[in-house]
Each structure stands twice: as C-alpha cells, then as structure tokens.
C-alpha cells in the first residue's frame, strides 16, 4: 500500500538552543508527497493557529503531550467541518436560484463529486499534523501508547530509520490493529472475520444473505471467489459445501489476510492466487462470485481501491472474462449495489449491455436493501441515492446455454 520507493523528509528544529537540520523517512498511508515545510509545534499551539498553518500549506510536528496532540486533530477536524457545512449551504443556494426547478435528485452527480472534493481537502489538512517515531516505530512524547505492533502491521519495518507519519495516519494503524483483534461479526454465518489494515472490511454485510439464499448450481465442484478481500465470501462458499475455492485478490495484505481468516475457519479447501482477476493453470468453474468496488469513480488513495473502480475498469474485465472459465453450465454471481445508478454514475441499460457484450443472460436477480447508518440519515447530502439504494445478487449464465 505504500510507495516502495522510499522517500524523505528534513525539517530544522532547536536542539540544546541551536537551530539543527534533522531528517527522517516519510511514511504516507494515503500516498501524500513528503510535506515542504514543517514548524515544529506543542501544547502552546491553539488549535486556530494549527488550522490556519494547515490551511496555509504547512505541516506540523507535534512534540506536545500525546492525548494532547489528538485533541488538537480533533480541533482541527471541527474546524473543518465548520467550513464545509458553510460551503455546502452556499452551493446548495446558489444551485437553487440557479434554477429553482431543479430537483435534488438531479443534482446527485454533482454533489457526490463535491464530497468527495471536500473528503480528500479534509484529508490532506488532517494530514499536516506529524509525529516522529524512532526506528522500533516507538514515540518519545508523553503519554504515547505502545503503537510498535499496529505500525509493524501496517507499514512494515523500518530498517534502522527514525520516520515521521501523520497523527491521522497513525490512528489508522491503531484502528486497523484493534479490528484485526477484535473481528467483524457476521451475524448470519455466526463468525468473525477478521480484516487487516488496507483490506476491505466487510462492516456493511448485507448481501451475505443473498449469498447464503441463491440456490447452488447442481454441480458445484469448483468456485472462484474473484476480488476476495478478508476471503468472506470464499469462506461461504466452502462452508456451503463447495469442494475446492479458487480465491483471487490483486491486493497482496487482502492474499494474507484471507490466508488469515481461512486459517482461523480451518478451512483447507481455498486455494489462493494473488493475481489480476481471474486465477491461472485452474480447472473450469461451476461457480464465479464477484463484489467488485461498487462505485466507477478514480480512486484518491491505494486504500480506496477497494470501494472505487475507475471506468468500471474491474467490474467490465470480470464480466468479459467470466464466460471463459465457467463450466457448460456454470454461472457467475455478481454482487452489486446499484448505488452508482442513483448517484447517475452509471445506467442500468449501460450494465445490461455490459452482460450482453460478454454473452451472459440472467437467470435470476435477489434483492436486499441496506439498512447501515448512512442509508438512513436525511442529513447526508446523498440521502436520495443512499435511501434509495438496492443491493442485488445477478445470477447470470452463458448466453449460449440455455437452461
Ligand atoms: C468490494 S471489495 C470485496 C471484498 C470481498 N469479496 C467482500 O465481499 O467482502 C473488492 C475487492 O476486489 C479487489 N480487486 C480490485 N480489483 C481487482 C482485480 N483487478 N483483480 C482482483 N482483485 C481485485 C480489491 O482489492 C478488493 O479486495
């Protein structure tokens, strides 16, 4: 997930009363260029001035107290979202006058890219708090926790470097550790999945019923799990009694962490493959499952792109390439909200062409609504999409084989 090439950055800083030139590796979860100016900040700093200097293009790096320090994120982050809610209401009057005819609805594009504007400026700003960490990834700061295990996990060793990272990026680390512990109950399998950093976690897992209700092909010796992920839907399929799973993911921390959760099921009919879609030197499938990232939209961050797919690049390839590795009567079953149509990023007729294009019929369709948090907040700009949104199972068959 992080840029291999290592980078560097150098910053001037008082030590026993003289102005030294200290340097130290740039760790970036998010694939932030080395910051170019960076003042030295503490307790003393009030979080006005921390938002303006991050306002101004400048990093800070925090020597205060460590609960301090994310206090003052916290600060930070409120202040931001001040300015955001104003420049919503702002461009939500101008739209209006602009032409008063115009539905909410109509506005969605438009509104989904402003987010996500706003969510990488949000980004980049929370990213100019910086921490120094020595080379066993340990903090000097006051009251700092142990964070050596949750670093090690998610960047790796350091190799005899001191590195400063973002305060943000950081809590990252220590959030991921924490799932990676605790788990992510799936209620109706009635197990724990447990995701690694950079690795989509499946919190959202509605369409595991689905999974669990479509009726197996008759014969069903062989499935792909194509983009698993934590391995969730490769590990329904085994326990529904599939003989051998074939499980691709293009990630390699998703290859170990489905390793991971396979382990844990013990589990030792899942093979898997770090590979571009579809698996090499396998038999033909009688079952090929996908959840693709939902939304075709260019991802900001290597973290992202587990939930964005430019140009529908994957969902396309998938659908174009699954007629060849099925079985005479095979099928393919593909996981997908139809969140992007609402949000007027793709269009039903286009998707239906896409099936057709790679000689696939469908042979039935399930649906569920999602009931997350986010469906159901009328504050969210994209309520109208997000409460409208259907999460659907596609079963679809070689259009050659008629049933
Ligand atoms: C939405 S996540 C689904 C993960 C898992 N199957 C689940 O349902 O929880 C999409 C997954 O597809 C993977 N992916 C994206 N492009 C891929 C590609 N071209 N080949 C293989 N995997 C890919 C991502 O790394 C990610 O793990």
Same mark, same amino acid.
């Given at each position: 997930?992080?840029?291999?090439?290592?980078?560097y950055?150098?910053?001037l800083e008082?030590?026993n009363?003289?102005?030294?030139?200290?340097?130290?590796?740039?760790?970036?979860?998010?694939?932030?260029?080395?910051?170019?100016?960076?003042?030295?900040v503490?307790?003393? &700093? &009030?979080? %006005? *001035?921390?938002? #303006?200097?991050?306002?101004?293009?400048?990093s800070? =790096?925090?020597?205060?107290?460590f609960?301090?320090?994310?206090?003052?994120?916290?600060?930070?982050?409120?202040?931001?979202?001040?300015?955001?809610?104003?420049?919503e209401?702002r461009?939500?009057?101008?739209?209006?006058?602009?032409?008063?005819?115009e539905?909410?609805?109509?506005?969605?594009?438009?509104?989904?890219?402003?987010?996500?504007?706003?969510?990488?400026?949000?980004?980049?700003?929370?990213?100019?708090?910086?921490l120094?960490?020595?080379?066993?990834?340990?903090?000097?700061l006051?009251?700092?926790? %142990?964070?050596?295990?949750?670093?090690?996990?998610?960047?790796?060793?350091?190799?005899?470097?001191?590195?400063?990272?973002?305060?943000?990026? =950081?809590q990252?680390?220590?959030?991921?550790?924490?799932?990676?512990?605790?788990?992510?109950?799936?209620?109706?399998?009635?197990?724990?999945?447990?995701?690694?950093?950079g690795?989509?976690?499946?919190?959202?897992?509605?369409?595991?019923?689905?999974?669990?209700?479509?009726p197996?092909?008759?014969?069903?010796?062989?499935?792909?799990?194509?983009?698993?992920? &934590?391995?969730?839907?490769?590990?329904?399929?085994?326990?529904?009694?599939?003989?051998?799973?074939?499980?691709? %993911?293009?990630?390699? #921390?998703?290859?170990?962490?489905? #390793?991971?959760?396979?382990?844990?099921?013990?589990?030792?009919?899942?093979?898997?493959?770090?590979?571009?879609l579809?698996?090499?030197?396998?038999?033909?499938?009688n079952?090929?499952?996908?959840?693709?990232p939902?939304?075709?939209?260019?991802?900001?961050?290597?973290? *992202?792109?587990?939930?964005?797919?430019?140009?529908?690049?994957?969902?396309?390839?998938?659908?174009?390439?699954?007629?060849?590795?099925?079985?005479?009567?095979?099928?393919?079953?593909?996981?997908?909200? %139809?969140?992007?149509?609402?949000?007027?990023?793709?269009?039903?007729?286009?998707?239906?062409?896409?099936?057709?294009?790679?000689?696939?019929?469908v042979?039935?369709r399930?649906?569920?609504?999602?009931?997350?948090? #986010?469906?159901?907040?009328?504050?969210?700009?994209?309520?109208?999409?997000?409460s409208?949104?259907?999460?659907?199972?596609?079963?679809?068959?070689? &259009?050659?084989?008629?049933?």
């Amino acid at each position: 997930m992080l840029v291999t090439e290592k980078q560097y950055v150098q910053w001037l800083e008082k030590e026993n009363g003289k102005e030294t030139l200290r340097h130290a590796r740039w760790l970036s979860a998010n694939n932030h260029q080395p910051p170019e100016r960076i003042v030295v900040v503490d307790d003393t &700093t &009030t979080a %006005d *001035e921390a938002y #303006r200097l991050a306002c101004a293009g400048t990093s800070m =790096l925090w020597r205060g107290d460590f609960h301090n320090g994310r206090q003052l994120l916290q600060a930070i982050n409120r202040r931001i979202e001040r300015t955001n809610e104003r420049s919503e209401q702002r461009k939500r009057k101008k739209a209006a006058n602009k032409n008063k005819s115009e539905s909410d609805h109509n506005q969605l594009p438009n509104l989904f890219h402003q987010q996500r504007q706003m969510q990488a400026q949000r980004s980049r700003l929370l990213s100019r708090l910086l921490l120094e960490l020595d080379a066993d990834y340990v903090s000097k700061l006051r009251r700092a926790p %142990d964070v050596n295990a949750a670093c090690m996990a998610a960047f790796g060793e350091l190799n005899d470097e001191p590195c400063l990272l973002s305060l943000r990026d =950081l809590q990252g680390a220590l959030g991921a550790a924490q799932w990676r512990k605790k788990g992510v109950t799936i209620e109706n399998l009635g197990l724990s999945i447990y995701p690694h950093y950079g690795v989509f976690a499946p919190t959202r897992n509605e369409y595991v019923q689905l999974l669990l209700d479509a009726p197996l092909p008759k014969a069903c010796d062989v499935a792909y799990d194509i983009g698993t992920g &934590t391995g969730l839907l490769a590990i329904i399929l085994a326990q529904r009694g599939v003989g051998q799973v074939i499980a691709t %993911d293009l990630n390699p #921390r998703a290859i170990a962490c489905a #390793r991971d959760n396979f382990e844990r099921q013990e589990l030792s009919n899942i093979q898997l493959q770090q590979t571009d879609l579809f698996p090499t030197d396998a038999p033909p499938a009688n079952l090929i499952i996908c959840n693709p990232p939902w939304l075709p939209a260019k991802p900001s961050s290597p973290l *992202e792109y587990a939930v964005y797919d430019a140009n529908s690049t994957m969902l396309r390839g998938f659908l174009q390439g699954a007629r060849q590795h099925l079985s005479e009567k095979g099928e393919v079953w593909l996981i997908l909200s %139809d969140l992007a149509e609402h949000l007027q990023l793709r269009t039903r007729e286009e998707l239906l062409g896409w099936f057709v294009d790679a000689g696939l019929t469908v042979k039935y369709r399930l649906d569920t609504k999602p009931k997350h948090g #986010r469906s159901q907040d009328e504050n969210d700009p994209l309520f109208a999409a997000r409460s409208s949104e259907v999460t659907s199972l596609w079963c679809l068959v070689s &259009t050659s084989y008629e049933p």
